[in-house]
């Protein structure tokens, strides 16, 4: 690893994995270093100095890795982390990287795809909490109005494999039931968690075709790619070997099972400490 300059990707489960794959599909000639807290999520409920020392630990590990480039494949640590890494950690120890989250490239995704600017976001309690969807979008599309759901039992259901049944279908249409009882008129949905998009056979069940369901992964990995694009000085210090080398603060066996399904290939990782 030490010759190598990958692009890092962290989240605190497997979720991001979902970002990864996108961004790779776009951009395969880089050298990519996945890294999954999953001995420690989820992270939805964590306190936000937890989040904030969880997530600083992870980037840390990572800019040891050699990754010049950091993406927070996360919402919850993008929402609760991802400005006070920026502003007091990489502004102080590290200027020459960079750490980038998710929450404003979707954010400025919206403004094309809502017609009632009317915009539902399910998230982690935390994402929810945080507000951060709320405040980016403000910034970018005053006109818009953005409602919350808190969905905090998704992620289990997706972590424990319960993705097709009807546990699932329950809580997703409870959850939108309640989006829509804020407002009938919300006509996209974000996803706004990266583990959700496993549970979208659900979603398309109770959400009228009318209603558009952004696609994060895809959001990301365009912005990342034209983030490097405005940024050549960053892109001639990543390798390109189309590499991808896994981590995760869990057992390497079971990281390695579920992974592969999420990359639609085998996986194997290694298992280190965070601290």
Do not use: W
Request: with cysteine; aromatic share 10%; hydrophobic share 40%.
């Amino acid at each position: 690893m030490s010759n190598s300059a990958p692009i890092g990707v962290f989240d605190s489960g497997f979720g991001g994995l979902t970002i990864l794959k996108k961004i790779v599909e776009r951009m395969p000639g880089y050298d990519y270093v996945f890294l999954g807290d999953n001995a420690r999520a989820p992270y939805g409920s964590r306190s936000f100095a937890t989040v904030y020392n969880y997530t600083l630990q992870a980037v840390k590990k990572l800019f040891q890795l050699g990754c010049p480039l950091v993406v927070l494949a996360c919402n919850t640590a993008s929402a609760k982390a991802l400005r006070t890494i920026q502003q007091e950690y990489l502004a102080k120890d590290c200027p020459q990287n960079r750490v980038l989250g998710i929450i404003r490239p979707t954010a400025e995704a919206l403004g094309g795809i809502t017609r009632t600017n009317k915009v539902g976001i399910l998230g982690t309690a935390g994402t929810v909490n945080s507000q951060s969807y709320i405040l980016e979008t403000a910034k970018l599309f005053p006109e818009i109005k953005i409602f919350q759901q808190a969905c905090p039992m998704l992620v289990p259901i997706v972590e424990n494999n319960e993705i097709d049944t009807p546990g699932a279908d329950f809580f997703v249409e409870k959850y939108l039931n309640l989006l829509f009882a804020q407002d009938p008129e919300i006509d996209t949905i974000v996803l706004g968690c990266t583990h959700y998009p496993l549970l979208i056979n659900s979603f398309k069940k109770f959400l009228p075709p009318s209603v558009h369901i952004v696609k994060q992964n895809e959001i990301v990995a365009h912005s990342l790619q034209e983030y490097l694009l405005r940024h050549p000085d960053m892109d001639a210090r990543l390798s390109k070997n189309s590499s991808i080398n896994y981590y995760t603060t869990d057992d390497s066996s079971l990281f390695d099972h579920s992974a592969s399904v999420f990359m639609g290939a085998p996986v194997a990782s290694t298992s280190i400490a965070l601290n």
